[in-house]
């Protein structure tokens, strides 16, 4: 089985609010239809998810009438990107099922405290791609607090321990330097989980904090998946190679 996160700046245009990379998400639609495991699909809110997020200050405790208002319009901005999602899935030749984030799971200051994944389970055993996604939640101290998609993918590699983790961003992998700022920077191909601290990731990269935050997502998956490949969805083929069992961007060896 392969656990995949299409991180937000792989699917979405964050210059531009609630708008998507179409090509990207036909490629993606394309590529899953040609895998031969099972998948479990997360992605990330990209430029749906986070200009609400900043705009209605959705961190910490939701108390004020204008934060319950920007815990709506992120609730519903984040079921229509899964919907864009999963019609794109549809279109190439998929059977995505998307379980609502919101209703599968809570949290307690910000950290998820109980996930359904059994649900995760029963859909991916009748044959479909199952697909979640950072969201707003229920929160026991906060009241509503947001999920990411990094939280998640930690917790769906315990229910599903033993498998491959796949990281779609809108670079190639991890590069010796910041690849957006170093014309030097090279492609790391294969790394041991021990040497990620050696890499100078920089900026580059699809969630707070860029590939240092990618560095520290993947090290927190130790334990529970065998192999991370971090690569592109842009890059022609280089997901329908990660599918295969080949290397689509950097792989990063977790034994």
């Known amino acids: 089985m392969i656990l995949m996160k299409a991180g937000g700046s792989a ?12 090509h990207n998400l036909e490629r993606l639609g394309r590529a899953l239809a040609t895998a031969t495991e099972p998948v479990v699909l997360c992605h990330g809110g990209g430029s749906f998810g986070h200009p609400l997020a900043r705009r209605y200050d959705l ?29 794109a899935l549809i279109e190439g030749g998929c059977t995505p ?5 919101s209703a599968i799971l809570t949290a307690d200051r910000g950290r998820i405290d109980v996930f359904n994944t059994a649900i995760v389970h029963h859909v991916l055993s009748t044959g479909f791609i199952p697909v979640v996604y950072g969201d707003v939640v229920y929160d026991a101290t906060y009241r509503y607090a947001i ?3 990094d939280q998640i993918m930690r917790r769906l590699a315990e229910a599903f321990p033993g498998n ?3 990281f779609l961003t809108d670079v190639d992998g991890l590069y010796t330097a910041d690849p957006k700022r170093d014309p030097g920077a090279t492609l790391i191909r294969d ?15 699809d969630v707070t904090g860029g590939m240092k935050g990618k560095v520290a997502e993947i090290a927190a998956l130790e334990g529970v998946v ?5 690569l592109s969805l842009s890059r022609d083929g280089a997901l329908e190679a ?6 689509g961007g950097t792989r990063i060896i977790m034994k």
């Open 191 to 205: 790394i041991a989980l021990a040497d990620l601290g050696t890499v100078q990731a920089g900026e580059a990269g």
């Open 11 to 22: 699917i979405t245009d964050k210059s531009m609010d609630f708008s998507i990379k179409a």
């Open 97 to 101: 099922f998307a379980l609502q984030t």
């Open 147 to 149: 999920v990411s998609g």
């Open 59 to 87: 961190s910490g405790e939701i108390t004020t009438p204008e934060q319950l208002r920007g815990v709506s319009h992120t609730n519903i901005a984040m079921r229509n990107l899964s919907n864009i999602v999963c019609e």
């Open 164 to 166: 491959r983790a796949l």
């Open 242 to 247: 990660a599918l295969r069992g080949g290397v």
């Open 226 to 230: 065998t192999e991370v490949q971090v």
